[in-house]
């Protein structure tokens, strides 16, 4: 068993103003809710020829996963539905780099959020199931996660090999079964369900 880890920060940007002018509307941060949440996901137009002709498939793949997973992730508490006008606006990008969520800030609130999501580690290129890992662990990172127990937004106790449960911690762990594709962490953990509002039955 090989154990992937795939890197993963959370980045806070200050002061996009125009950001706020270019996006108005579902962006404001109290609207934004776990419960009820919609993703505008693009394939962006840089990256390799290779990878330039594998993300729309790509995107359609997440894209139909997406909701699915999010479900999964939130042992059905949260519904996530794709919108062209969505909540927070997820970009793939075709080229190596580590995924983060931006917050941009106007005057200390968060006037909107942006995702870009990798699909290149290193020199190799991602499946589906780790972009869906990483896109659910960049989107946990709207609520989480913060306080005791916290550093950069992941919790600092990562467990020293695969679990299933917990998407919030760096890096992220994925277990590749020999021949076979990586099983990435695909559920939110009561903690992390907690800080999303989602803890109620
Ligand atoms: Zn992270």
């Known amino acids: 068993m090989r154990i992937l880890a795939l890197a993963l920060v959370i980045v806070a940007a200050t002061s996009c103003a125009f950001v706020d002018r ?3 509307g ?36 997440l894209a139909g996963a997406l909701p699915g997973s999010w479900s999964v992730a939130t042992a059905g508490r949260g ?30 609130k968060v006037t909107s959020r942006t995702i870009a999501v990798h699909t290149i580690d290193g020199s190799r290129r991602l499946t589906l199931s780790e972009l869906v890992a990483t896109t659910l662990h960049e989107l946990g990172h709207i609520w989480c996660c913060f306080g005791p127990g916290t550093s950069g ?4 106790d990562a467990p020293a090999g695969f679990s299933a449960v917990g998407l919030m911690y ?9 021949g076979g594709d990586p099983v990435c962490p695909s559920v939110f953990s009561d903690r992390e369900l907690a800080q999303m509002g989602l803890n109620g039955p």
Request: charged content about 20%; some cysteine.
């Open 22 to 24: 270019l996006r108005p």
């Open 153 to 156: 937004g992941h919790w600092t």
């Open 79 to 108: 519904m996530l539905n794709m919108r062209t006008d969505g909540d927070i606006d997820v970009t793939l990008e075709g080229t190596n780099g580590t995924s983060a969520l931006t917050q941009h800030t106007r005057g200390g």
């Open 26 to 61: 579902p962006t404001i941060a109290p609207l934004i809710s776990a419960a009820f949440l919609s993703v505008h996901l693009v394939a962006g137009d840089a990256g390799d020829a290779q990878e330039r002709q594998r993300l729309p498939g790509l995107r359609d793949a």
């Open 170 to 178: 760096s890096p992220m762990r994925c277990d590749v079964p020999a």
